[in-house]
């Protein structure tokens, strides 16, 4: 069974950090680009990051930049997206994603082009 499966999140006061962790199993996603999404109630699933299946590429949305890093460790099949200098509008669910392609491109920002999700972790950013 392929599971994808986060966990790091948590309540944090604004100008906090958090690392969010996704672990997969089930089979390896080395050769898959790996992507960061969050989404609040009422509302549509958004991008935050995505990294290429080597590490190389990575790609964030503008609202995230110079303060969100997302990395991954394929030896131990784990994504990772370090939060820092965060904001309550950051509160939300977050969830990893396993993209069908390798390498980075615009299209990776559609939740369409991603075929395995977690179930997502909460991270909730108190003013």
């Known amino acids: 069974q392929v599971q994808l499966v986060e966990s790091g999140g948590g309540l944090v006061q604004a100008g906090g950090s958090l690392r969010l962790s996704c672990a997969a199993s089930?089979?390896?996603?080395?050769?898959?680009?790996m992507g960061w999404f969050r989404q609040t109630p009422g509302k549509e699933r958004e991008f935050v990051a995505v990294i290429s299946w080597g590490g190389a590429g990575t790609y964030y949305v503008d609202s995230v930049k110079g303060r969100f890093t997302i990395s991954r460790d394929n030896a131990k099949n784990t994504v990772y997206l370090q939060m820092n200098d965060l904001k309550p509008e950051d509160t939300a669910v977050y969830y990893c994603?396993?993209?069908?392609?390798?390498?980075?491109?615009?299209?990776?920002?559609?939740?369409?082009?991603?075929?395995?999700w977690g179930q997502g972790t909460q991270v909730t950013v108190s003013s």
């Open positions: 089930g089979r390896t996603f080395r050769w898959n680009a």
């Open positions: 994603a396993a993209a069908r392609q390798s390498t980075i491109s615009t299209r990776l920002v559609e939740t369409s082009e991603y075929n395995y």
